[in-house]
């Protein structure tokens, strides 16, 4: 299944990979300051759509408005419940015009906000307002990046079916550049170290103040190729000798994490199955030597 899965060097699209993340930070950074906190910061992730990404609803006084990125027609849509609606183009343009694009537009529909504009965990991040540096952007390479996300998507949501615990959205954290969907086993974790560039320690502790297994994707950048991942927090003993699938999947020492090479799932006979395997083998790993309620946890009404 070529046209589902395609391919995706991080080396034919590094620049605006890098362009495109600063954007979606800026994107979920107006989610973020205009939406109720909610535990993990689930309030503040994007969402794939059948034609790029979303903040979903977001409201401001008593109206709503909505920013979707189009990678068909490579636009930003902002929308509001008055039936109001502006576009900027994602186009070849520095993070600071782009950012003065879309504070315009919200001024001119009357739902004006203010964002923290450094962006979190990048290390030497430059204010929006400032980067003058990063402004490539090709079209072609944004949409298959998207393409990979909605199959990513499609199977993550697959996954997330199959546990009755407390499991979190399959969502697109714009911080982290990446897919995820996270498990709990319902009992506390130690707290975080934090340390996490640019990101306020109490936010890392809170996220991970729940013991968890996490998986997702993500491009690759400071890897150097696009990978599914999955780790544990805190890490059970023994977890990095787990054998997992598929047989491309390893532990990666200096993550911390197993890793699973996007192009081992693209080239499977079976990608889906590829990635479930890899998915739900490292949940086991994870769970069974934590010592989960692993039975209890397990979705059995509906097959």
């Not at 535990?39 to 903040?55: D, E, K, M």
């Not at 479930?276 to 790993?285: C, I, M």
Request: proline share 7%; charged share 20%; hydrophobic share 40%.
């Amino acid at each position: 299944m070529p046209h589902l899965w395609p391919s995706l060097s991080l080396d034919d699209w590094q620049d605006t990979c890098t362009t495109l993340h600063l954007w979606t930070q800026i994107v979920g950074k107006i989610r973020l300051v205009q939406t109720p906190w909610m535990n993990h910061s689930w309030h503040v992730p994007l969402y794939l759509t059948a034609r790029g990404l979303t903040t979903g609803t977001i409201p401001h006084d008593d109206q709503i408005f909505q920013i979707d990125c189009d990678f068909f027609d490579h636009q930003l849509r902002i929308v509001t419940s008055a039936g109001q609606e502006r576009s900027v183009a994602l186009q070849p343009r520095t993070v600071a015009d782009f950012y003065q694009a879309v504070m315009t537009a919200l001024v001119e529909l009357g739902v004006a906000v203010r964002i923290h504009t450094t962006p979190n965990e990048i290390p030497d991040a430059i204010p929006f307002e400032q980067d003058d540096i990063h402004g490539a952007y090709d079209a072609e390479a944004a949409q298959r990046f998207w393409r990979v996300l909605l199959q990513s998507d499609r199977v993550f949501h697959e996954f997330r079916s199959h546990f009755c615990g407390k499991v979190s959205p399959v969502h697109f954290f714009w911080g982290s550049f990446d897919l995820a969907v996270t498990r709990f086993s319902g009992r506390s974790a130690p707290p975080h170290p934090g340390g996490v560039p640019n990101l306020p320690d109490d936010v890392a502790q809170e996220a991970y103040c729940q013991e968890v297994s996490s998986a997702g994707f993500w491009p690759g950048t400071g890897l150097g190729y696009p990978a599914f991942y999955s780790y544990a927090y805190p890490v059970p003993e023994g977890f990095k000798d787990a054998t997992v699938q598929p047989e491309a999947a390893f532990f990666h020492e200096g993550l911390g994490e197993f890793v699973l090479p996007y192009e081992a799932v693209r080239e499977a006979d079976d990608p889906d199955q590829a990635l479930l395997g890899f998915l739900h083998s490292t949940y086991e790993a994870a769970a069974e030597l934590a010592g989960w309620d692993v039975a209890g946890l397990k979705q059995t009404w509906f097959k």
